[in-house]
């Protein structure tokens, strides 16, 4: 069945609450574990419909959020979910205090969960969740109206990106300019969004008790196993190990394009003979990504013909279609569903190694992890999967950048040092946000900008005003749809550049450990799974030190010139 046949319907609310208590109901009158159970798997399966179709909605909203159907419908899940968890809740209580639980195979990392669940919720901050979908959903709209006019075409932000990476330096220039202007016409609308998305966030904190929105942000992440402590000594550590390395490596890049200094519209530029881009279509990069898949291993050659055969992704950019990209579970279905923004980039290969690892993931869980809250690994977690894949995928390289594959390395690997300080940077900065809920919008840009200073020491902004007053953030949506998610990326890019090094050993072992920790799921916390992979832990003293000296000596051996 391909995804364009995938049934969609609105669930009724009342319909839903009469099943949920139904089931509940059914739940704690079980006598034996084994009743416990079916009556478990029963109310599992009813969430996962829920799921399904709260996800076919928003999936199909994302792809045209001009579409009226959907722009509806979109409206009337960010209104229902937050209702719907008053019986989470109820679920989630009774499941930790059920007289079976030491007799049920249910992995720890699920009732760790559920205490998450309790401490995250309450019925009275049902309206202030209501005002947050509304708001996240107003920012993801705002950016995908984006109608950049350049050089007598219309670009959105996706489309126009190309020519911000632009061989000639002027039409760099001209280009980041013209996107730069979209943000700066709208300033006012996304310092009002984010104003009020700090502020409903700080408000539901406090009602459930907590001093401000982080240690809530903390919980709704799901962070089972670290804390704010571990996450600032693991940042320092960046700031220490990796940010000197990142320096270095843009004053290489501004050698080798041949330029005095990086400016804004140069850092994305890496190579005077142009950055590496795929070779192909969209579609002749997913039959390169099939031959990929089909040789890489049986597991792989299995999930990724299923993806075609199922047209399980939208990619390319159009106009009015939500900005960024994203891979999904459909639990009706048990599949993935992978949604990006093809622009004619290396991101576009990116995104068939990096969304596709998700889709992997999820391809080896959804079929076999009957609990819908342990199909998915926590974000950290899952993200080891995506940023691993790019890594494992190296080999494949000419298939989509034919000559420049050994270009692509380069930049690929340069790219992942590159975002470890700029991730920090994000988090760092809704931390101080979170914690300093009074500031002002003026205040939170030039906290931005403070903290870019030290992150990205050698930025150069000179031109742009919002930028130099600290306006870069307002690009980046996990700050505005998905707060506190965004280190999860940089210890999972830390975890899969230790799989990178046992590649370039050569470690028979390295492969197999991936498949396994994708396997499990949301089964593990992130510790365990970064364990069970037989990596490092990124907040371990020393971890960032060693990844960083055999990056730096693995780049040292490219040749410059040849680029």
């Known amino acids: 069945m391909k995804f364009s046949e995938f049934k969609y319907e609105r669930l009724n609310y009342e319909d839903m609450k009469n099943e949920f208590e139904g089931l509940l109901g059914t739940l704690k009158a079980a006598e034996t574990p084994e009743a416990f159970m079916e009556a478990f798997e029963k ?47 109820e679920l989630a209580k009774f499941m930790l205090e059920n007289k079976f639980r030491e007799k049920l195979d249910i992995p720890k990392a699920y009732y760790l969960s559920l205490e998450n669940t309790l401490k995250s919720f309450s019925p009275e901050i049902i309206s202030d969740m209501q005002e947050e979908n509304r ?64 502020k409903v966030r700080d408000r539901m904190a406090k009602k459930l008790g907590y001093e401000n929105f982080t240690p809530l942000g903390y919980i709704r992440m799901n962070r089972l196993d670290y804390d704010k402590d571990m996450v600032k000594n693991y940042r320092d550590q960046v700031i220490e190990d990796i940010v000197p390395l990142t320096v270095e490596l843009r004053e290489k890049q501004a050698k080798r394009i041949g330029v005095d200094s990086l400016k804004c519209y140069d850092i994305g530029y890496n190579f005077k003979t142009g950055n ?29 013909r299923m993806m075609v055969d199922g047209q399980l992704f939208d990619l390319p950019t159009r106009p009015n279609k939500e900005m960024g990209g994203y891979c999904t579970g459909i639990y009706d279905y048990k599949v993935p569903f992978i949604f990006a923004n093809a622009n004619g980039t290396s991101g576009d290969v990116d995104v ?58 380069y930049f690929h690997i340069a790219d992942a040092l590159k975002f470890l300080p700029y991730g920090c940077l994000v988090d760092h900065f809704q931390h101080e946000v979170y914690d300093h809920p009074e500031m002002t919008p003026e205040e939170r840009k030039a906290c931005f900008r403070r903290l870019e200073k030290i992150y990205k020491p050698d930025v150069d902004y000179e031109g742009f005003d919002l930028l130099e007053r600290g306006g870069f953030f307002y690009r980046q949506g996990h700050i505005f749809q998905s707060p506190f998610y965004y280190i999860d990326y940089t210890l999972a890019q830390v975890c899969a550049l230790q799989f990178y090094v046992r590649m370039l050993k050569k470690d028979p072992d390295a492969w197999k450990d991936y498949v396994h920790i994708c396997g499990l ?10 364990k069970e992979a037989h990596l490092k832990v990124p907040f371990e003293d020393g971890c960032l030190k060693e990844v960083s000296a055999k990056m730096k000596e693995e780049l040292s051996s490219y040749d410059d010139a040849r680029f």
């Open 276 to 304: 590496p881009k795929p070779h192909g279509s969209i579609d002749e990069l997913v039959k390169a990504a099939l031959q990929m898949y089909t040789e890489m291993s049986e597991e792989t050659a299995e999930f990724f």
């Open 135 to 198: 708001l996240a959903t107003e920012y993801g709209k705002l950016k995908s109206s984006a109608k950049i006019e350049f050089n007598g075409e219309v670009y959105n932000l996706a489309s126009i990106a190309p020519l911000m990476n632009d061989d000639d330096r002027e039409v760099r220039k001209q280009a980041t300019i013209a996107y730069n202007r979209f943000f700066e016409e709208n300033e006012t609308k996304f310092d009002e969004i984010y104003d009020k998305l700090v």
């Open 521 to 530: 799921g949301g089964t593990r916390t992130f510790t365990e799974i970064v």
């Open 43 to 89: 109310i599992n399966v009813f969430r996962g419909h829920v799921s399904s179709m709260q996800t076919l909605c928003s999936i199909r909203h994302s792809i045209d959020t001009s579409d009226e159907f959907y722009d509806k419908e979109n409206e009337y899940w960010d209104n229902t979910m937050p209702l719907l968890q008053v019986y989470e809740v």
């Open 352 to 409: 068939l190694t990096h969304e596709a690892g998700h889709a992997f993931q999820a391809f080896c869980t959804l079929k076999t992890v009957t609990i819908p809250d342990l199909s998915f690994p926590t974000m950290e977690s899952a993200e080891i999967d995506s940023m691993s894949m790019e890594f494992f995928a190296h080999p494949w390289s000419h298939l989509f950048f034919k000559e420049e594959a050994e270009k692509y390395h």
